[in-house]
């Protein structure tokens, strides 16, 4: 992992090989604390696409399950163990009358990566002797962060590309409000074996974000492109089979196909209000200003 944005931070790191369970666990015992365990541990390892679906099994639930084994072998077991999944873990939701998601549905999940991540949910869910706490943040978005930089770049070159001809509410959540619900969550006697979705506590449509993103650029003229289901399903299925061949995953694949699909993204957070305070300081006006800022920065640095 790059620690490019890591440097002179009184951290220490550890490097992990998660392909060796005994050398993992053989690192965690020489680098836990004096007390003999870590107040918490946020586990935010994972992958988000990959060539093979057994990539993403290996990573995004192997690789869980054999960390897990090992804090309980070394009896480092944390007063926190917070998990970040995703609401992609649930599947789709109601997209006739756009119902939010409020944690009560049977998880459908619907893609490789929603697959993968509710089968480490699911093992969780059985360490009764572990203290988990269960985050699934709908779209994380922020300076660095480069799916949603595809869309502002995009913008930044007047054109605005959309999926399909139906209205589709989308949700977001700036990186600060989600680490500052991290440690909140950590905080709270009321977390522990629970779920929580993360989301800004209202949607947006396509045309409000194109705005949004537009009017931090200084753009005022940005011609929106909406590409049908049928061609963006076939640009992913060729996409995919050239990550395929070549082991290198691709950004745009079926499994982003089914995402950028999807409708319904309305999200309801009441039960991490309720619990932990949730609170989201960084509407999407003043997320997207801090991400449009922080990409004319490092866009100026490189033509200078």
């Given at each position: ?32 604390p ?38 309980h ?31 009560t ?5 619907n ?28 779209g ?95 640009v ?36 991490a ?30 033509e200078?």
């Open positions: 992992t790059s620690r490019r944005y890591l440097k002179n931070l009184p951290v220490k790191y550890i490097v992990l090989d998660y392909d060796d369970p005994d050398d993992m666990t053989a690192r965690l015992e020489q680098a836990r004096e007390s003999g365990r870590w107040n918490a541990i946020i586990y935010n390892l994972g992958a988000t696409k990959a060539a093979r679906f057994s990539d993403f099994n290996r990573v995004n639930y192997t690789y869980l399950r054999d960390f897990v084994e090992a804090i072998e070394i009896e480092a077991v944390p007063d926190k163990f917070l998990y970040m999944s995703s609401l992609s873990a649930l599947g789709p939701k109601d997209e006739k009358n756009y119902t939010p998601y409020d944690g549905e049977i998880p459908e999940p893609t490789r990566y929603g697959l993968s991540k509710i089968k480490a949910e699911t093992h969780l869910a059985t360490q009764l002797w572990l203290p988990w706490i269960i985050f699934r943040p709908t994380v978005y922020g300076p660095r962060e480069k799916d949603y930089l595809m869309m502002v770049k995009s913008i930044d070159r007047h054109f605005d590309f959309g999926v399909g001809f139906r209205k589709q509410m989308l949700t977001f959540i700036y990186v600060e409000d989600l680490v500052g619900a991290m440690f909140d969550a950590l905080a709270s006697p009321s977390t522990v074996h629970r779920r929580y979705i993360i989301s800004e506590p209202r949607s947006y449509t396509q045309k409000e974000f194109r705005r949004l993103v537009a009017d931090a650029l200084g753009r005022r003229f940005v011609l929106p492109v909406r590409v049908p289901i049928w061609g963006l399903w076939l992913s299925n060729i996409a995919q089979l050239v990550g395929a061949i070549t082991l290198r995953p691709s950004t745009l694949n079926a499994d982003k196909f089914k995402i950028m699909r999807q409708r319904n993204w309305n999200c309801d957070v009441a039960d209000v309720r619990d932990f305070g949730f609170h989201a300081d960084f509407p999407l006006e003043r997320g997207v200003r801090e991400t449009v800022d922080a990409y004319l920065r490092e866009k100026n640095h490189h200078q």
